[in-house]
């Protein structure tokens, strides 16, 4: 064996000093364009891919969030949400996001990708289409964890293409298609309000109109604690998502010859590392005890918030809304929970909208000319770097206009699939866990799965079968 | 966890079940003894384990058939400390205490967790109802509570309850347990406890509840909450420092025994559950008092119309 490869060291030698000195023998070294075109489409599918990688992310946090018996249905619905984006996005999305405006309101050409050429030169736009529909598909999933655990699935795919579809585009050709909000100055450079807030606010329209789960709330408002089935998985998720990120956001740039990249990736970091502090040491003084759940939606909604800023603001700036991103999940979870009464499983409105909104804004407070100087956004200076109000403004009225237009429109869908499709599943469906009634299958065929006369199921389980063991008699 | 037979000379009961090595438990190092009794009538052994029952005619198999049924009590690294009791149905729900809370889990449903039992039965008994466990609500079971006995597992009943039933007001009920040496129940957010002395106890904690609850602006009046459902040897021990005061009173056919204890004026509503007689208390300032919050509670209770009686 080893005289075998010894005798083919001469010959592969060979045989690479011949191809590559035929090649130099033809062509000439690419230009420094080329290659910097080059580096961009490299950096722009690398971050697409990350991107694309958030989508296990958020399948498992929500999976890991709600109860066995519904792990199969929220994968499905992840799953789906990817693919009946790529399909929606590709025929009707990308065109209405960025095809040739109308009034700064609409993209109105480019359906099925059809002024691009296939041909040399065009490599950058299919990177670029790729890149934007993994955004696209981030805004639908985070709808998936707020409706969980009963939420009809053949209603969610209409939803899924709805969303990404019509909904996203159309607000995201506001200013990233070089709409009406680009021009008055709005910034949001990867997607607070318009990937994250659509989703968060599409989120809280379903779960309004959905309803909570049964048992969620008592009699007297008061709500119960349902469990999810793994922490583990929710944590692996929000790492994935965290790592996910790093092509959200430093991916944004849109280019790997910026050199702003790192610093964007430093202003992510800083932010999702605060989040979860703070979100941890408010929790703590709220409820006595470090929570863990807490703590990694904490994560989540210090990157939703900085998604915002993140080429805008300092370090200094990033860890100041990562610190305030913690005490709005928690009082926005609690506002949500306790006082609307609304069922978010995973907390998806608190991460998404409410961060969002609140990451968009702090863009008016925290932006600094010196983080745009080395990243390209300009010299916008916000509200605390002697700006004054004026950029608050503006990211304000696009909070407002955004967070408007999907709530509106999603809850006008989410009533027209109620009235005929409907929404929920049955009672019994639901007891019985969407993995069951809506896809025949059960996730953990070989444990956590209820079987009646074993003595774990004694709780549920009047009848208990087995000879051996009997409910003895009450009274003494 | 290891289980063995202890042999014992009594005929009812001929042995005990020891368990021990409870590690990875909060029980770790202690040793539950959990009488076995042998039956005539079915010929076979029993263990009785916080309401559920393992049965063999030879006793020599119990711990094996125990062993799963303990392993599955287990829940958050402690065995329950109450269960609730469906009788009709009859399931049973084991309930746990972390430091101050009780939880009741249920398999793939919500956790039920508050500082007062009440009303973690309360939240147990709706989502039941709601899911078709327990009937319709209303007209189908009701939870009973038992406590657990720490070290032998056995139910223990409530000795008495606490309870205010007020129309119009939020309802308050909390069941209270005996140690060896003292009464307690959960009330306010906090165990309430006091030694046991002789009958005097009783109001003692009835009146640290109360105060608790008007502190917790859940309670207008001490009098509106009330001892419910005496074991007849509590009040036996209570009636001792009580003086049987010439009036009775007579509340839709129903006879009130009327006592005074210092300067508290009490109603005994005589009843019984399930051949046991477990008296009720009624409390207030004076005889006129007492007799208007028997007539509104008798009302309440469906007993007869209160507008009639006026």
């Known amino acids: 064996m080893k005289r075998r490869v010894l005798w083919t060291l001469p010959l592969v030698a060979g045989l690479l000093v011949f191809t590559s000195g035929s090649a130099f023998a033809q062509e000439a070294g690419p230009t420094a364009e080329q290659v910097t075109k080059q580096i961009d489409m490299i950096w722009l599918l690398v971050s697409a891919f990350l991107v694309f990688f958030m989508q296990a992310g958020f399948a498992m946090v929500e999976s890991g969030f709600t109860r066995s018996k519904n792990a199969a249905n929220i994968l499905m619905k992840n799953l789906m949400d990817f693919c009946v984006g790529s399909i929606l996005f590709f025929m009707l999305g990308y065109g209405l996001m960025y095809g040739t405006s109308a009034a700064g309101l609409i993209g109105t050409d480019n359906f099925f990708l059809s002024k691009f050429a296939i041909g040399a030169g065009s490599g950058?736009?299919?990177?670029?289409?790729?890149?934007?529909?993994?955004?696209?598909?981030?805004?639908?999933?985070?709808?998936?964890?707020?409706?969980?655990?009963?939420?009809?699935?053949s209603s969610y795919l209409v939803y899924s293409a709805i969303i990404v579809g019509l909904i996203y585009p159309i607000s995201g050709h506001w200013l990233w298609g070089g709409g009406w909000l680009s021009q008055q100055g709005f910034i949001d450079f990867a997607g607070s309000t318009l990937v994250h807030s659509v989703g968060g606010w599409a989120a809280l329209a379903g779960a309004m109109l959905l309803g909570p789960r049964i048992g969620k709330f008592n009699k007297d408002g008061s709500a119960n604690v349902i469990p999810g089935h793994s922490l583990t998985l929710a944590v692996l998720g929000v790492f994935i998502l965290w790592f996910g990120w790093f092509g959200f956001n430093p991916g944004s740039t849109l280019s790997g010859m910026n050199e702003g990249i790192g610093y964007i990736a430093v202003t992510t970091n800083m932010a999702a590392a605060a989040g979860?502090?703070?979100?941890?040491?408010?929790?703590?003084?709220?409820?006595?005890?470090?929570?863990?759940?807490?703590?990694?939606?904490?994560?989540?909604?210090?990157?939703?918030?900085?998604?915002?800023?993140?080429?805008?603001?300092?370090?200094?700036?990033?860890?100041?809304?990562?610190?305030i991103a913690g005490p709005v999940l928690v009082y926005g979870g609690a506002l949500i929970e306790n006082v609307l009464k609304i069922d978010d499983p995973v907390g998806a409105v608190s991460v998404h909208a409410l961060n969002g909104a609140w990451g968009t804004l702090a863009v008016g407070l925290f932006a600094a000319p010196g983080a745009g100087a080395i990243t390209g956004m300009g010299d916008t200076a916000g509200l605390f770097y002697g700006g004054g109000v004026a950029q608050l403004g503006v990211q304000a009225l696009g909070v407002l206009a955004v967070?408007?237009?999907?709530?509106?429109?999603?809850?006008?869908?989410?009533?027209?699939?109620?009235?005929?499709?409907?929404?929920?599943?049955?009672?019994?469906?639901?007891?019985?866990?969407?993995?069951?009634?809506?896809?025949g299958t059960t996730s953990y065929p070989?444990?956590?799965?209820?079987?009646?006369?074993?003595?774990?199921?004694?709780?549920?389980?009047?009848?208990?079968?087995?000879?051996?063991?009997?409910?003895?008699?009450?009274?003494? | 966890m290891k289980l063995k037979l202890e042999r014992r000379t009594a005929t009812d009961l001929p042995f005990t079940l020891l368990v021990d090595q409870l590690d990875d438990t909060v029980m770790a190092g202690s040793t539950l003894r959990i009488p076995v009794h042998y039956s005539d009538v079915t010929g076979s052994y029993n263990v009785e384990l916080a309401g559920?029952?393992?049965?063999?005619?030879?006793?020599?198999?119990?711990?094996?058939?125990?062993?799963?049924?303990l392993e599955a009590l287990i829940n958050m690294a402690r065995l329950p400390s109450y269960v609730f009791v469906a009788r009709r149905s009859g399931g049973i729900y084991p309930v746990y205490t972390v430091g101050d809370e009780v939880f009741a889990t249920t398999p793939g449903g919500p956790v039920f967790r508050h500082v007062e039992l009440a009303k973690v039965r309360d939240y147990l008994s709706d989502y039941l109802h709601l899911t078709g466990v327990l009937g319709t609500p209303g007209r189908s079971d009701k939870l009973h509570v038992r406590g657990v006995d720490p070290q032998t597992l056995e139910l223990v009943r409530p000795i008495f309850y606490l309870k205010k039933r007020v129309v119009g007001q939020v309802d308050f009920w909390a069941p209270v347990f005996q140690t060896e040496s003292t009464i307690y129940t959960y009330a306010a957010s906090a165990r309430r406890e006091v030694p046991i002395n002789a009958g005097h106890d009783i109001l003692a904690l009835h009146r640290m509840v109360a105060d608790a609850l008007i502190a917790d602006r859940r309670l207008r009046t001490a009098f509106d909450l009330r001892p419910d459902r005496l074991f007849a040897t509590a009040w036996d021990a209570l009636k001792t420092h009580c003086t049987l005061d010439p009036q009775r009173l007579n509340i839709g056919g129903v006879d009130i025994a009327v006592y005074r204890y210092k300067d508290t004026v009490i109603g005994l509503e005589e009843r019984t559950e399930t051949d046991q007689p477990r008296p009720s208390l009624y409390l207030d300032r004076t005889v006129a008092d007492l007799a208007e919050r028997i007539t509104a509670d008798f009302a309440r209770r469906g007993l007869f119309n209160a507008a009639v009686a006026a």
């Open chain 1, 403 to 439: 967070g408007a237009w999907a709530f509106g429109t999603m809850f006008v869908v989410f009533s027209l699939l109620k009235a005929t499709m409907g929404i929920r599943v049955t009672k019994e469906e639901e007891l019985e866990g969407l993995d069951i009634s809506e896809h």
């Open chain 2, 52 to 69: 559920f029952r393992v049965e063999a005619e030879d006793a020599a198999l119990l711990p094996s058939q125990a062993q799963p049924l």
């Open chain 1, 124 to 153: 950058s736009d299919w990177a670029g289409f790729l890149f934007q529909l993994v955004f696209a598909a981030t805004a639908a999933t985070i709808v998936s964890g707020a409706v969980a655990e009963r939420f009809k699935f």
């Open chain 1, 446 to 476: 070989e444990f956590g799965t209820p079987v009646v006369g074993t003595p774990g199921e004694r709780t549920m389980m009047p009848e208990v079968t087995a000879a051996s063991v009997k409910p003895a008699t009450a009274s003494h």
């Open chain 1, 276 to 323: 979860a502090v703070s979100a941890l040491l408010v929790n703590w003084l709220r409820t006595g005890r470090p929570d863990t759940a807490v703590a990694a939606n904490g994560a989540l909604a210090g990157l939703v918030a900085i998604t915002a800023g993140c080429a805008s603001v300092t370090p200094t700036g990033a860890l100041c809304i990562g610190l």
